[in-house]
């Protein structure tokens, strides 16, 4: 059983570019998370989907920020109109089942640097 | 609101000697709580967890954790700590909203020392 992947894993764009980061969950998850680490410091929750639907984006800045999980295929980050403050790794992990006993399963993450 | 401290940015310690990474945690519900290492550019890798059944919890690669109620503390310990274990410890606790979103803490950056 393959664990989540995240593609790319190094994403270089010049202020202004757009960034899209792609997770695919583990076979069976339904349930996916995007988190961002910013340089020294740990993980902030971003973003929670199922299929098709977005159920808690409380993390996400208000701006230029997007997400999506179509019934098919991966979910996407797009990030529109970088900046430099945008640089940090994003992960993404998922789970089977919703519930705080469930554990999360993180990819290697995308580690984005703009320049 | 819920909140994870973990009590040291950095701990060094020589190699088989003990290791203990304190974490404190406040959450409004019973919760669950987590210890995931991060291996530098790597992802995040489940060390154990704790979801209110047996207080003290056995994880990986020799690890374990006590979960004290009272003290409101989830400390993780190592009875001989191994050159492969230097990296990234963050203490999380899962949160019963917006599906089970974690909260991490800061970090611990563990040093092992031949």
């Known amino acids: 059983n393959a664990g989540v992947m995240q593609n790319p894993r190094h994403l270089v764009r010049r202020r202004g570019q757009e960034a899209r980061l792609r997770c695919s969950p583990m076979k069976g998850h339904s349930h996916v998370y995007w988190y961002r680490q910013l340089p020294e410091e740990g993980l902030k929750f971003m973003v929670y989907l199922q299929k098709e639907n977005i159920i808690d984006e409380s993390g996400m800045p208000k701006e230029r920020f997007s997400a999506e999980f179509p019934k098919e295929g991966p979910s996407i980050l797009r990030i529109q109109q970088v900046v430099r403050g945008d640089s940090a790794a994003y992960f993404c992990?998922?789970?089977?089942?919703?519930?705080?006993?469930?554990?999360?399963?993180f990819g290697p993450g995308t580690r984005l640097t703009v320049t | 609101a819920q909140s994870v401290t973990q009590l040291d940015s950095h701990v060094s310690v020589s190699e088989g000697t003990p290791v203990l990474l304190r974490c404190n945690y406040s959450?409004?519900?019973?919760?669950?709580l987590f210890w995931y290492v991060q291996h530098p550019n790597k992802g995040l890798q489940l060390l154990l967890k704790?979801?209110?059944?047996?207080?003290l919890v056995k994880g990986i690669n020799g690890f374990e954790a006590e979960f004290k109620k009272s003290e409101t503390s989830f400390h993780l310990t190592k009875p001989s700590a191994h050159m492969s274990d230097a990296a990234e410890y963050f203490c999380v606790v899962s949160e019963p909203r917006g599906g089970n979103m974690l909260t991490f803490g800061g970090g611990t950056r563990l040093m092992v020392k031949p």
């Open positions: 959450s409004s519900y019973s919760p669950s």
């Open positions: 704790y979801t209110s059944a047996a207080t």
């Open positions: 992990a998922s789970s089977p089942k919703t519930g705080t006993s469930y554990e999360q399963y």
